[in-house]
């Protein structure tokens, strides 16, 4: 299988790592520019069999666009389904009180719900912004820039983009599963309490919570399950797409081993 890589969209080590063991495997590869948003790459490449993309979620297009096997693993429609219906992971999320609305309309039902803080995030997987915690105060000048000024600050977010929005909550701990075939492969913890700090180290009870969890139902062939210790118990965060997610301290070559073997072709 042919990896195509975005020169330097992940600042961290596990990108370095990706592109040193893909080296030392003898693994086709070539490492791209990405037009921003439009996903075209640079240079241009024909590719025949399998080919796999990790960079700026954009890349999706032109993997359509050339019809790449597996190319990019697209979730938005995943995602908009795991939030916005009810399913078998509906109790296990931390939002699941989270209420949608349009991006324009956010601050109207912070207002009702008397937050001062609140936790926000698009609706699909689509990387128009982080999900974060913001201040009400914040919300109002960013609404003011992107609907009354329609500043274009580089990203799709409009007035009308579905996000989520919910009360802050008390997390411990976060975790980041790579989930391939149905199976964590590799996974990384990247945060305590506030403070970003990676670790191979990941606890049995959140990698058997997270298994059970992707025996309940299948989503996609490949992805990476944020999970969280809140309140003494283990939450969901998000599903995100695994070719546009940083790896944090996870073994990359676990990783490599996965794909290579689900989509190399005979």
């Not at 080590?13 to 640079?42: S, W, Y």
């Not at 908009?80 to 956010?106: A, G, I, M």
């Not at 600050?153 to 975790?175: F, W």
Request: aromatic fraction near 12%; charged fraction near 25%.
């Amino acid at each position: 299988m042919h990896w195509v890589i975005q020169d330097g969209f992940f600042n961290e080590t596990g990108m370095n790592d990706l592109v040193d063991l893909l080296a030392r495997f003898e693994i086709p590869h070539t490492i791209v520019k990405v037009v921003p948003f439009v996903g075209e790459i640079i240079p241009d490449l024909e590719l025949d069999g399998n080919v796999i993309c990790f960079g700026s979620y954009s890349m999706r297009h032109t993997a359509k666009k050339k019809n790449w096997y597996p190319g990019v693993f697209d979730l938005e429609d995943v995602c908009e389904r795991l939030y916005t219906t009810d399913n078998k992971w509906t109790p296990h999320f931390l939002n699941n009180d989270s209420y949608q609305c349009r991006f324009d309309e956010v601050g109207l039902y912070a207002d009702h719900m008397g937050y001062d803080l609140f936790f926000m995030r698009p609706v699909s997987d689509s990387k128009v912004f982080a999900g974060n915690v913001f201040e009400i105060g914040e919300y109002w000048d960013w609404r003011k820039r992107v609907v009354d000024l329609e500043e274009d600050d580089g990203t799709s977010l409009r007035a009308g983009t579905e996000v989520m929005v919910s009360r802050p909550k008390n997390i411990q701990s976060e975790y980041r599963l790579f989930v391939v075939n149905d199976r964590i492969v590799t996974a990384s913890q990247y945060k305590i309490n506030d403070r970003v700090q990676y670790s191979k180290l990941v606890d049995d009870d959140i990698l058997k919570f997270g298994q059970q969890l992707i025996n309940e139902q299948h989503l996609a062939d490949a992805y990476c399950l944020d999970l969280c210790r809140a309140s003494d118990s283990i939450k969901i965060v998000e599903v995100n797409t695994i070719n546009s997610a940083g790896f944090y301290h996870a073994r990359v070559n676990d990783l490599i081993i996965a794909f290579e073997d689900m989509f190399t072709d005979s």
